[in-house]
């Protein structure tokens, strides 16, 4: 995600979110396109849809992604993977829209990334503590079951 918020305006978005895969070349999609790319449901999009977070067009009742849309919702699964809120992700994606050289928005993508990252490793610190004390508690459960089966033996 810090990539993509290092660019200059959307179209870089989309260059810079798409440079490693072949979809770059398809200009519209499909909500059952982008379900498939990403593993994610249709409910999923339309929900993304319903918080603004994307914008497809309309053909009738079908939905028509754009490569906007495409690299909006690549950095809305990559925001969700790391912890970030919806809230905290529209924040950071309209932050596009202000056109101010990106001096705004590059300060609070990098504010919430290092918050982020605290969130983190305060995270892994309890996950470390937790699995010490379980393995632990393992431990002493396996020596009183072996204990008592010797007992029983």
């Known amino acids: 995600m810090s990539e993509a918020l290092s660019i200059l305006n959307e179209d870089d978005l989309v260059d810079v979110v798409s440079a490693n895969d072949d979809s770059t070349k398809k200009t519209q999609f499909t909500i059952g396109d ?3 790319e990403f593993d994610c449901t249709l409910r999923t999009l339309r929900f993304y849809e319903d918080k603004g977070l994307l914008n497809p067009k309309r053909d009738g009742l079908n939905r028509v992604y754009n490569r906007r849309d495409r690299a909006r919702l690549k ?28 001096v705004t928005q590059l300060r609070v993508a990098l504010s919430k990334f290092n918050e982020q990252i605290a969130v983190l490793e305060d995270q892994r610190k309890d996950i470390e503590q937790a699995i010490e004390e379980l393995s632990r508690t393992v431990e002493i459960v396996s020596g009183m079951l072996k204990h008592k089966e010797a007992e029983e033996a």
Do not use: P
């Open 34 to 36: 982008l379900a498939k």
């Open 75 to 102: 950095l809305v699964l990559m925001g969700k993977r790391v912890g970030f809120s919806l809230s905290e992700i529209r924040d950071m994606l309209d932050l596009y829209d202000l056109r101010d050289g990106q």
